[in-house]
């Protein structure tokens, strides 16, 4: 059976670029090694955050997995004021 990933299982996806893939993105500055690890920069923020889905969305179709934006850029992004509160849109209970 293939490598399925769960996006809603609470385990972590960290990065995992082709050797290729990796000595371009450390050359271009797009990655790089930490103490703890591999980081990965955000396009919208120009910060360095760990390479995994705790701080990047999961993206099938990049090259590594992950979406280019961090969580915090995204969500500022999609909800420039806030997350509406779903309570709101539940029918009344008359």
Known sequence: MGSRIDMHSEQLFK???SPALL???L????YREEP???HRLCCRCNEYW????????YAKKKGDGLHSWCKACYE???YPNGRPSYRQYQPSQE
């Not at 050359?27 to 797009?30: D, F, M, R, V």
């Not at 760990?50 to 969305?57: K, S």
């Open 27 to 30: 050359k271009l500055g797009t």
């Open 23 to 25: 000595a371009r993105r």
């Open 15 to 17: 990065a995992q670029p």
């Open 50 to 57: 760990p390479a995994d889905t705790e701080f990047f969305y």
């Open 76 to 78: 500022e992004w999609r």
């Open 36 to 38: 703890d690890g591999l």
